[in-house]
């Protein structure tokens, strides 16, 4: 079946310590595939994409992510993180070249930054 | 700046009645986006609205129905409001194309029913 799994529910991080959430997906062909950011109170916004290419792809915020097929996985990392960098976060996948619409979230990752 | 806003941000029904949630984007996309957000659960799609007057259902469409009258406004509607159907709505709006899957948010409408 396709799925999005996002394996670490919650995770607490020092400000200034390097950070990645992790993202798996199952389909049969590589979807497009996304990160977005949900900060408390807020809708979720668009941190970056893969659809091809180089599989470092750079998004808002500092952040990036990279694509490996042969994992699956499209994991989001940042180098150094910030207070307002907690938040939510929630991969998302796309088919291919499918009949449907829809973008699958993941389930999410609770993000914490402590002092 | 471009912006999806969402009628209410805290709603409380009583069991039974009639919801209305809005959504309005002024991005001018052609695609609107009813979701639910539940802990654990993450976002699942209720509707979809690829064109004014045309709609198509998501993963969980049971219980709502949904109107686009304009192509700025997207309307999720509770015909009769039940206890289950407490949760976090968000609406989103996206163009077409690739475009597709850059959906911006609205940020939300929580919404209880007693």
């Known amino acids: 079946a396709q799925s999005v799994t996002q394996p670490d529910i919650h995770i607490t991080v020092s400000e200034g310590a390097s950070l990645e959430l992790r993202c798996n997906y199952s389909y049969g062909a590589t979807p497009y595939l996304f990160w977005y950011v949900q900060s408390p109170g807020q809708g979720l916004q668009l941190l970056l994409k893969?659809?091809?290419?180089?599989?470092l792809v750079q998004g808002i915020k500092g952040f990036e992510a990279e694509f490996k097929r042969s994992q699956s996985s499209f994991n989001l990392r940042k180098p150094s993180v910030h207070w307002s960098d907690a938040a939510e976060y929630f991969c998302?996948?796309?088919?291919?070249?499918?009949?449907?619409?829809?973008?699958?979230f993941g389930t999410g990752t609770l993000l914490a930054v402590q002092p | 700046d471009v912006k999806v806003t969402q009628s209410s941000r805290y709603l409380v029904k009583r069991t039974g009645e009639k919801v209305f949630l809005e959504c309005v984007q002024d991005?001018?996309?052609?695609?609107m986006f009813w979701y639910r957000q539940d802990p654990g659960l993450g976002l699942r799609l209720i509707y979809f609205?690829?064109?004014?007057?045309?709609?198509e259902k998501g993963d969980i469409p049971e219980g709502y129905s949904v109107s686009r009258e304009k192509k700025e406004r997207f309307s999720l509607i509770l015909e009769s409001a039940s206890t289950n159907q407490t949760s976090m709505y968000l609406c989103a709006s996206s163009s077409s194309g690739t475009g597709l899957w850059e959906q911006y948010f609205g940020p939300g409408t929580r919404l209880t029913v007693t």
């Open positions: 991005m001018d996309h052609e695609n």
């Open positions: 609205s690829y064109d004014v007057k045309m709609k």
């Open positions: 998302a996948v796309a088919p291919r070249g499918g009949a449907t619409n829809k973008l699958i």
């Open positions: 893969y659809f091809s290419g180089d599989t």
